[in-house]
């Protein structure tokens, strides 16, 4: 059977992922008057004199809401919300499987970014942390910046942080094996969304030296300035982006003689020729799925010394799934009020430092998605952030 196939026959079979499964048994009035009626009232009393008390006698300690709207499902574009659940599902086994966080998906039905607002700010009683997921840009940068600040609890746009966590943590293992200075380095970004634009971001905060940028609209510079949305005038403002000197508007024309590229945008964009142009030993990270910017077997044909993408049938998958758990896990297990920067470098540090000097080869950078130390590092470098940084509860 196909992988089509195969998955369709595993979701009808299940009725979805996920089940609710009580942590408590219930044979008998006794087990009843405890879990339940008269018992459960004084969990609330002591709730109610302490709100505080919610994360010990209830399930908010350790609950993440998946939440979307399904206006930007993987590479499936705006399905909506019932078409995400599979999707929404997938995130919260991942969660519970990996970090032992329980989670529930709630898929909107509005794409409305103050009902969105709205929505996750009403479920905060119930809710440890928030991840949002599959939200088109830049309305996701919008929705999350204003739920940071307006909620008490941590709220983490996985499309934009996870895969530029694992991207950073990517290029601080490329610096230790190929023994680079990454402000030394210049990297070319393909796509400039949810996900390139934080990939930026968090290049620059290791210490890239310079980042071109390149999306649907060319080369990004500052001739286009009125043309941007605000996420991408912000980087340029703070100097995210440098603006080559020389270009035609084109990709090929930025990346002559970059040492990196770094695709988040569409498929066969990069061509052999373009690699070949490239610096000496180029980092091809080609990440657009289900087909990359440039295929593993191209790249390494064209010269490419270390090759990544988010496939899992070749070396260096650039997987959310190595940051996220583990954040969760981290966040919750300090009662954090956020996540900020000092958390997601934290989470990059960890994820990459999972991998010794003498293990570390062209086929090797980054741990792989089943590796069993990653969520444990990440979540107390995460941990160990939230108290240095004063987020924490407890």
């Known amino acids: 059977m196909s992988i089509k196939e195969d998955a369709l026959a595993l979701h009808k079979e299940y009725k979805g992922k996920l089940e609710i499964k009580s942590k408590v048994k219930i044979e008998d009035m006794h087990d009843l008057s405890l879990a ?9 009393k002591e709730i109610e ?15 993440v809401a998946v939440i979307t709207d399904g206006s930007a499902v993987l590479g499936l574009g705006n399905i909506g919300p019932h078409a995400a659940i599979p999707v929404m599902e997938g995130k919260s086994i991942l969660l519970k499987e990996l970090a032992g966080v329980d989670s529930i998906p709630l898929c909107l039905a509005t794409q409305d970014v103050e009902e969105i607002i709205k929505t996750c700010k009403i479920l905060e009683p119930t809710l440890g942390a928030i991840n949002l997921e599959d939200i088109s840009a830049p309305r996701c940068v919008t929705i999350e910046r204003r739920l940071i600040e307006e909620m008490n609890i941590p709220v983490f746009h996985d499309d934009q942080h996870g895969t530029s966590i694992i991207v950073a943590a990517a290029f601080i293992n490329i610096a230790r094996f190929t023994k680079r200075k990454l402000s030394d380095m210049t990297v070319v970004l393909s796509g400039t969304g949810a996900a390139g634009s934080m990939v930026a971001k968090m290049l620059k905060n290791i210490g890239i030296g310079k ?6 609209n060319g080369v990004v510079d500052k001739s286009k300035y009125d043309s941007y949305n605000f996420l991408i005038k912000e980087l340029i403002d703070t100097n995210v982006f440098d603006t080559p000197i020389n270009h035609d508007n084109t990709l090929a024309s930025i990346m002559k003689g970059a040492d990196a590229f770094v695709g988040v945008s569409a498929a066969n964009l990069v061509s052999k020729e373009m690699v070949k142009s490239m610096n000496d030993n180029p980092i091809i990270f080609a990440m657009a799925n289900p087909t990359p910017e440039i295929s593993y077997t191209d790249a390494k044909d064209a ?5 990544g993408s988010g496939r899992s049938d ?6 959310n799934v190595l940051a996220f ?16 920067e000092e958390m997601k470098l934290a989470a990059a540090y960890a994820i990459a430092n999972i991998i010794s000097d003498d293990e570390l080869s062209t086929d090797y950078i980054v741990p792989t998605a089943f590796d ?5 590092a990440v979540s107390e470098a995460v941990a160990k952030a939230a108290i240095e940084t004063k987020v924490n509860k407890i």
């Open 372 to 376: 069993k130390r990653v969520v444990k």
């Open 303 to 307: 010269g490419a010394y270390i090759v």
């Open 49 to 63: 004199a302490d709100i505080n008390n919610a994360y010990v006698y209830t399930s908010k300690a350790n609950m």
């Open 211 to 216: 980042i071109y940028a390149y999306n649907v």
């Open 325 to 340: 758990p583990g954040i969760f896990k981290g966040a919750l297990s300090v009662r954090a009020s956020k996540i900020n």
């Open 36 to 44: 339940y009626t008269p018992g459960v009232a004084y969990a609330c």
């Open 314 to 319: 070749y070396p260096n998958q650039i997987n």
